[in-house]
């Protein structure tokens, strides 16, 4: 967004400011446990919102193994995550984005959730 300040009566001149608004963010409510897979709730936003990005993996800090998805439609509440490995403990997170003349501003990834997948 840029924002332009011009003066007014005795004080002459402008400044013009740029700056980046991320979208507000959202969180998981649930995740359930599948057979090799995951299944990812969360409460839908589409106010300045075009899509989700839902990362996950086995570290619970996100430094190794971390995979991502994305899901397009920000009426879209759930996600199934498939093709994992049974019986491991995957740490899952997301985070909203908005597409404005082909960059992708994000917003801070929400608080990791825990699932242990099914054999």
Same mark, same amino acid.
């Given at each position: 967004a840029t924002v332009t300040i @011009?003066? %007014?009566? #005795?004080?002459?001149?402008s400044v013009k400011k740029t +700056?980046? =608004? #991320?979208?507000?963010g959202t969180a998981i409510s649930k995740v359930t446990a599948g057979k090799k897979q +995951? @299944?990812?709730?969360? @409460?839908? #936003?589409? %106010?300045q919102t075009t899509g989700y990005e839902i990362r996950y993996s086995t570290n619970k800090n996100f430094s190794k193994a971390v995979k991502k998805t994305s899901v397009t439609n920000n009426k879209t509440t759930s996600k199934t995550v498939t093709g994992l490995k049974g019986k491991k403990k995957y740490y899952?997170? =997301?985070r909203t984005y908005k597409t404005v003349s082909g960059t992708k501003y994000y917003s801070d990834w929400s608080k990791s959730k825990t699932v242990t997948t099914k054999k």
């Open positions: @011009k003066g %007014t009566g #005795n004080y002459t001149g +700056f980046k =608004i #991320n979208p507000k +995951f @299944k990812a709730k969360w @409460k839908k #936003n589409t %106010t899952v997170q =997301i």
